[in-house]
C-alpha cells in the first residue's frame, strides 16, 4: 500500500491566494522531507530540504518566502505557496526519507498539480 | 554537483523486444546509489531497479536489468519482453550514500511501446 500520501493531489486556485500542500508519511517516521517541483515534460527539481523541527534549506532561485516549509512533525510536512502566480503552476512532489521497519528508505508522494489561474 | 545525463529523449520498442535505455552521470563520490524511476501518466514516480555503487553485480528485477559500469559511470536500463505497460517516462537518478540525501535526476526519456 501506498507509504507516502499528498493532499490535494489536483488544486486550482486564483492568482495571489495561498495554497497549502500536505504530505504525510503514513507508516514511517521521516527524519528528511525533500520537495521538488516538475514543470510539464521537464524533470524534476528538488527546491529544499527540511528536517524534522529545523527550519528548511532552500536551493538557489526558489523563493522561502515564497515556499513555505513546515516540518513540524516525523510524519508530516506542509509547502505552502504564498500570493501565487500563473508561473508557480506545476507538479509539486515531496519525498520523505527516514527510517521504516526494515531499514532506512525513502520514498515519492503521487504529486500534486497546482494551476493557478 | 552531481549530473545526470540521459541521452534519448525518446525511444520507441515493440512489444515484447528489448530496449535499453542510456544514463551516464559524473560523481567525485564513492559512496552512491543509481535508480531508474518510471514515471506513467499519473506521474507517480514508481522505482523500478536500485544499483548501489559498491556491488559489482548488475541490479535485475524480473524483466528490467542495468548494465552499470562504474569506471565509465554508465548505468542503462534494460526492458525485456516489453509490454504496454511500460510505455512512461523513465527517469535515471543519482543519490549520495544512503536515505536522507537528494536525488539528481536525469531528463528522462519518453518510452513508447509499440503493439
Known amino acids: 500500500g501506498a507509504v507516502v500520501s499528498q493532499h490535494p493531489s489536483w488544486v486550482i486556485c486564483k492568482s495571489g491566494t495561498s495554497v497549502k500542500i500536505e504530505c504525510r508519511s503514513l507508516d514511517f517516521q521521516a527524519t528528511t522531507m525533500f520537495w521538488y517541483r516538475q514543470f510539464p515534460k521537464q524533470s524534476l527539481m528538488l527546491m529544499a530540504t527540511?528536517?524534522?523541527?529545523?527550519?528548511?534549506?532552500?536551493e538557489q532561485g526558489v523563493e522561502k518566502d515564497k515556499f513555505l516549509i513546515n516540518h513540524a512533525s516525523l510524519t508530516l510536512s506542509t509547502l505552502t505557496v504564498t500570493s501565487a502566480h500563473p508561473e508557480d503552476s506545476s507538479f509539486y512532489i515531496c519525498s520523505p526519507a527516514g527510517v521504516r521497519r526494515g531499514g532506512e528508505t525513502q520514498y515519492f508522494g503521487p504529486g500534486t498539480r497546482l494551476l493557478v489561474l | 554537483a552531481q549530473t545526470v545525463t540521459q541521452s534519448q529523449p525518446e525511444m520507441s520498442v515493440q512489444e515484447a523486444e528489448t530496449v535499453t535505455l542510456s544514463c551516464t552521470y559524473d560523481?567525485?563520490?564513492?559512496?552512491?546509489?543509481l535508480f531508474w524511476y518510471k514515471q506513467p501518466p499519473s506521474r507517480q514516480m514508481i522505482l523500478v531497479i536500485r544499483q548501489e555503487a559498491y556491488k559489482q553485480q548488475n541490479a535485475t528485477e524480473n524483466r528490467f536489468s542495468v548494465n552499470f559500469q562504474k569506471a565509465a559511470k554508465s548505468f542503462s536500463l534494460k526492458i525485456s519482453d516489453s509490454q504496454l505497460g511500460d510505455a512512461a517516462m523513465y527517469f535515471c537518478a543519482y543519490r549520495r550514500g544512503v536515505t536522507g540525501n537528494q536525488f539528481y535526476f536525469g531528463t528522462g526519456t519518453s518510452l513508447t511501446v509499440i503493439p
Open positions: 560523481t567525485s563520490e564513492s559512496d552512491y546509489y
Open positions: 527540511s528536517n524534522e523541527g529545523s527550519k528548511a534549506t532552500y
